[in-house]
């Protein structure tokens, strides 16, 4: 998994965008007005920082210790780095990034839903 095959999954979903709010190397995926995928570097890695349930923001990190990190530069209740090193199957960082999504979607206003369908 890596940045590209990430930005062209999230971009399918509705209402998305890619921008770069914070720095011309630093892409993120926003769904409306708010971001859901912040892609970066951890390390020699490309990373993602994905947006989790709190319960199960534990949980990612307790199965994939080296790899589910807390989101660096975040709310670490609510967000998860994610190495992209291999440790981490790509079925389930997809899984992450569309959680990601979801969560960020149920947060905009209905306004701002019905405006992006």
Do not use: C
Not at 5 to 20: A, N, P, R
Not at 45 to 63: F, T
Not at 86 to 102: A, N
Request: aromatic fraction near 10%; glycine fraction near 6%.
């Amino acid at each position: 998994m890596n940045h590209t095959e990430l930005i062209e999954q999230g971009l399918e979903w509705i209402g998305t965008s890619l921008q770069y709010p914070f720095d011309p190397d630093l892409p993120v995926l926003f769904v409306g007005s708010k971001m859901f995928a912040l892609l970066g570097r951890t390390g020699p890695h490309e990373s993602v920082n994905l947006k989790a349930d709190p319960e199960e923001v534990w949980l990612l990190r307790q199965q994939y210790p080296e790899s589910v990190l807390p989101g660096y530069h975040m709310n670490k209740k609510h967000w998860n780095t994610v190495v992209l090193d291999g440790k981490v199957p790509d079925s389930e960082v997809l899984v992450m990034l569309e959680q990601s999504y979801q969560l960020v979607w149920s947060k905009l206003t209905k306004q701002e839903r019905v405006g992006l369908k």
